[in-house]
C-alpha cells in the first residue's frame, strides 16, 4: 500500500513539473523572449535610407544597445536589437525543465537572444541596416574592431564591354568638351585633356574651344548641377559657343553614405562614366559610350572588416578604370587607336596595357590586361602619344616573360 501511494506521488510530482514547464515555456514565448518590430520593419518595407533616429525609434522601438564609433573623422552610431530564435526558445524548454525539477528547484531559467541585428546611423540619419556582423560584437569596448583585411582593387575589378567602335566622319573642325558633372577627386578632366591633346596632336586642322566661354557658359545655364542635357540642348550649347562638334562626359560616382556598410558587409563598389559626341549641325550623335567599372568586396573575415579608405579608393579608381576605357574608344573613333588598346595613364615610365576593347586587333593578337609593351616593330616604345600602327609586332612583358605578337588590320 505504501509502494502503491509512493508510485503516485511520484508520478503526480512528474505530471505537474510537466504541466509547470510547458506552462512556463508558453508563457516564456509571449514574456521572456526577446522579440523586437525589426524584421516586421524590414519586411514590410517601414525601414528606408535616411531616416532619422526619432523615426526609426517609432517604427521599431527603442534598442537593446547601442555601440559608436569614428571612422576618418566621421562619427557613427550602431543601434543592436536582439531577437530569440527557434533554437534559442527549444534551449529555454530544455533549461527551464532541469531548472525546475532537478537543480535550481522552481524558477525561470533567463533566455539568451542569439540573434542580433543592428540600424546604422550617420549624422543622425540610417546609412545600413542587417544581421550584426561578429566584428560589431566587440564586448569589452564597444567600439567596431579596428583589424582589417587587405584587397587588390585592381586585380578584382570588371568593366562592362567596350566594343571596338567605327571610325567617325572627318566633319569635326571646331570641338567644345563639356563636363557635365563636378568631379574633382578623380582623373577623368586628365584623361579627357590627354586624349583631346592627342587627337589634335594628330589632327592638326582640329580647333578647340577655349574652356573659359563654356565655363561661363555652363554657369548661366546651370548645366553641371543636373547633369541633364538632350540633344536638342547639346545642339543649343554647340551653336552658342560656335562649335561644329560637342563633346559631353558625365561621371556617376558611388554614393560614400554606402561606405560603411561595405567595410561591414562587403558589398559592390561601381562607377559609370557616358561620353558622347554630337555633330551640332546634323544634330545626331556620331559617338555614345556608357562604361561601368565594379569591385566586388567579399563579406570579411570574422573579427575584421574592410578599410573605409580602401573602399573609398575603390570608388575613385572605378571612375577612372571606366573613364579611360571611354576614352580609348572615343579616340579609337576618331581613327587614332588603330589598334584597340586602354593604357594605364597613372604608371609613370613604363607602358602598361589597362585592357583591350573588344574585337580589336590587339586582343585578336592576344594582347592581355597588365601586359608591358616593351617595343613595337622593333623600336622601344617611347610615348603613349606616338601612334602604334598596323599591321604591328609587338613585344610584350607578362609575367617575367617576353613575348611577341601580331596584330593586324581591323576585321
Not at 526609426?56 to 564609433?69: F, H, L, Q
Not at 576618331?334 to 597613372?346: A, D, K, Q, R, T
Amino acid at each position: 500500500m505504501a509502494q502503491r501511494q509512493l508510485s503516485m506521488k511520484i508520478r503526480d510530482t512528474v505530471l505537474f513539473l510537466l504541466s509547470l514547464t510547458i506552462v512556463s515555456a508558453l508563457a516564456g514565448c509571449g514574456l521572456a523572449f526577446s522579440k523586437t518590430g525589426f524584421l516586421d520593419a524590414t519586411a514590410e518595407g517601414k525601414l528606408r535610407w535616411g531616416q532619422s533616429i526619432e523615426e526609426v525609434r517609432e517604427i521599431v522601438g527603442k534598442p537593446d544597445s547601442t555601440r559608436s564609433t569614428t571612422i576618418s573623422g566621421t562619427p557613427y552610431e550602431v543601434w543592436i536589437y536582439k531577437q530569440t530564435t527557434a533554437k534559442d526558445k527549444r534551449g529555454y524548454v530544455v533549461e527551464t525543465f532541469i531548472s525546475l525539477g532537478f537543480i535550481t528547484g522552481f524558477g525561470l531559467v533567463p533566455v539568451d537572444a542569439s540573434e542580433q541585428h543592428y540600424i546604422v546611423f550617420e549624422g543622425g540619419k540610417v546609412v545600413s541596416w542587417d544581421s550584426l556582423p561578429g566584428h560589431l560584437s566587440k564586448q569589452s569596448t564597444g567600439q567596431i574592431d579596428t583589424r582589417t583585411q587587405s584587397f587588390n582593387i585592381m586585380n578584382n575589378m570588371t568593366v562592362s564591354p567596350v566594343l571596338m567602335p567605327p571610325q567617325i566622319p572627318s566633319s569635326v573642325q571646331r570641338l567644345a568638351v563639356i563636363p557635365l558633372s563636378k568631379t574633382t577627386d578623380n582623373e577623368v578632366p586628365a584623361y579627357v585633356d590627354f586624349a583631346v591633346n592627342l587627337i589634335r596632336q594628330r589632327q592638326t586642322k582640329l580647333v578647340l574651344v577655349e574652356r573659359d566661354t563654356i565655363g561661363k557658359l555652363l554657369d548661366e545655364m546651370t548645366i553641371q548641377h543636373s547633369g541633364q542635357v538632350d540633344d536638342e540642348l547639346t545642339v543649343r550649347l554647340g551653336k552658342m559657343v560656335g562649335a561644329t562638334t560637342l563633346l559631353t562626359y558625365n561621371v556617376e560616382q558611388f554614393d560614400r553614405v554606402k561606405i560603411l556598410p561595405i567595410t561591414l558587409n562587403g558589398g559592390l563598389v561601381s562607377s559609370t562614366v557616358e561620353f558622347r559626341l554630337v555633330d551640332v549641325e546634323k544634330g545626331v550623335a556620331l559617338f555614345r559610350q556608357v562604361v561601368t567599372a565594379s569591385v566586388s568586396y567579399p563579406y570579411p573575415a570574422s573579427g575584421a572588416t574592410w578599410t573605409e579608405e580602401g573602399v573609398t579608393r575603390a570608388s575613385k579608381l572605378t571612375i577612372e578604370v571606366a573613364g579611360a576605357y571611354g576614352l580609348a574608344a572615343l579616340v579609337a573613333a576618331f581613327g587614332e587607336n588603330h589598334v584597340g588598346i586602354v593604357p594605364s595613364l597613372n604608371v609613370k615610365d613604363s607602358f602598361i596595357v589597362l585592357g583591350v576593347l573588344d574585337g580589336s586587333p590587339v586582343q585578336i593578337a592576344g594582347v592581355r590586361k597588365w601586359d608591358k609593351i616593351l617595343s613595337v616593330n622593333g623600336q622601344p616604345m617611347r610615348s603613349w602619344i606616338d601612334p602604334i600602327p598596323l599591321p604591328v609586332t609587338l613585344t610584350v612583358e607578362r609575367e617575367g616573360r617576353k613575348l611577341q605578337l601580331e596584330a593586324t588590320t581591323r576585321h
